[in-house]
């Protein structure tokens, strides 16, 4: 082989590698994501625990068992905050989603790890779940619009969205 063909193949194994490396972008922590729900009045985390019945209704709203039994959230007077993880395409989106009074008052992307569809994180796409409430069906009352090129991360959006109105109304219950 010359150097030419060799310089080729090392330069094709490059992008090969660059193309599969995970595209991580961390944008909140969730220290962060609390502290701009709640201000200084970030509460202790509390915990969901998930028994058989709360279970299924987690595994209907996801389309797969839920990956824990336990759920931290925090609360301060009628709002709650959940910071949740559902795989968008191959890898986990990490989300927090603020509840007030049953509705989501604030969704945010605090980690994204896919190389396509980070779009989801932008606030105009965001928006769409504010005011967004739990019907009896357990889908949002309000259509949320897709983005061309991220449907898998906006399913996930829409998946952890509903999640978090459940578990709010479920940790209201208790």
């Known amino acids: 082989m010359n150097k030419n063909m060799i310089a080729a193949a090392c330069a094709l194994l490059l ?27 970030v509460s202790k985390p509390q915990a969901l625990w998930l028994n058989k019945e709360t279970a299924k209704q987690v595994e209907k709203i996801l389309g797969h068992a839920p990956h824990q039994t336990r759920q931290r959230y925090w609360r301060t007077g009628n709002s709650s ?32 790890r896919e ?11 965001l928006k769409q779940f ?16 897709g983005i061309s090129g991220a449907t898998l991360s906006v399913n996930a959006m829409v998946r952890m969205a509903r999640l978090a109105l459940y578990f709010d109304r479920l940790s209201r219950a208790e």
Not at 23 to 38: D, H, K
Not at 130 to 145: E, F, K, M, R, T
């Open 81 to 112: 905050a959940w910071i949740l993880e559902e795989i968008g395409k191959e890898e986990p989106i990490t989300a927090g989603f603020v509840v007030t009074d049953g509705r989501i008052a604030q969704a945010r992307i605090l980690t994204y």
């Open 15 to 41: 992008l090969v590698m660059a193309g599969s490396a995970q595209a991580i972008q961390q944008y909140l922590t969730s220290e962060q994501f609390l502290t701009e729900a709640f201000g200084n009045e």
């Open 115 to 125: 190389s396509r569809g980070w779009e989801v994180r932008y606030p105009a796409f």
């Open 130 to 145: 504010q005011g967004a409430q739990l019907q009896v069906d357990d889908h949002l009352n309000q259509p949320v619009d």
